[in-house]
């Protein structure tokens, strides 16, 4: 005799039926759930991508306007002038290449190490490489000179500074070295040539650190006897 199925007052149909239905709607429910939260995950991502592209693409639009600033007979400051790019003038250029070669060679405990990231930042392609070997040699290796005498100073003094080439610079410059209190000091002559070349502003910081925008490319130094 054949099994009679149950039925109920709330299930339509067989009660085993109703079981193996709800079964399947579960699952397919889960299913459905979690595709959903995957269609969501993907579009979560693909908008941050979008918003990192574009914020990206900001970022590498952006300019540095160097703000020309003059005092008038008053004494109040007025924008003379805005510029994407600042062109240093001849005097300009000059009075930077005297300042990288004092950046070089001054010495003191205080200030050296300052003095040497401020050159690094000044120089590129092979300026890089001679810095390095500059320093490292014994007559100009700061913590070497002040390992041996804990209060030894050089000088820096200007004598003069001409163009002698499109971007390019003769300095001439006086060292006086100290080694150390009540001692004679040592005072030599140099000459540097310096090639100069124009590598901007990129950043706000920049233009603190480096007003002209300038960079050196190469140099040569020699003692000058004149």
């Known amino acids: 005799m054949a099994k009679k199925s149950r039925t109920t007052d709330h299930v339509p149909g067989p009660m085993e039926e109703a079981a193996v239905r709800a079964y399947f709607e579960r699952g397919s429910g889960e299913a ?35 703000m020309q600033v003059a005092k008038d007979t008053s004494g109040q400051l007025q924008v003379v002038g805005q510029a994407a790019r600042f062109e240093p003038d001849e ?6 290449a005297s300042n990288y070669a004092a950046l070089m060679t001054e010495i003191t405990p205080a200030i050296w190490q300052r003095n040497v ?9 092979v300026a890089l490489d001679q810095i390095k070997a500059y320093l490292q040699a014994p007559d100009n290796n700061p913590p070497s ?14 004598r003069s500074v001409n163009k002698v080439a499109a971007n390019t610079y003769l300095v001439r ?5 100290r080694a150390a209190a009540n001692v004679s ?4 002559s140099f000459a540097m040539t310096v090639t100069l070349v124009q590598i901007g502003h990129k950043t706000r910081d920049d233009v603190f650190r480096n007003p002209e925008g300038l960079a050196a490319m190469n140099f040569s130094i020699s003692e000058d006897n004149k």
């Open 32 to 66: 459905v759930q979690k595709g959903a939260w995957k269609l969501v995950a993907m579009g979560s991502l693909a908008l941050c991508i979008l918003i990192m592209t574009g914020l990206i693409t900001v970022l590498l639009k952006q300019e540095v306007h160097v």
């Open 91 to 96: 005097d300009t250029k000059m009075a930077w």
């Open 117 to 125: 990231e401020s050159l690094q930042q000044r120089s590129v392609g």
């Open 145 to 158: 000179l002040l390992a041996r005498y804990p209060l030894y100073v050089r000088e820096y003094r200007r």
């Open 173 to 177: 410059y006086e060292l006086t070295s």
């Open 185 to 188: 000091p040592v005072v030599k």
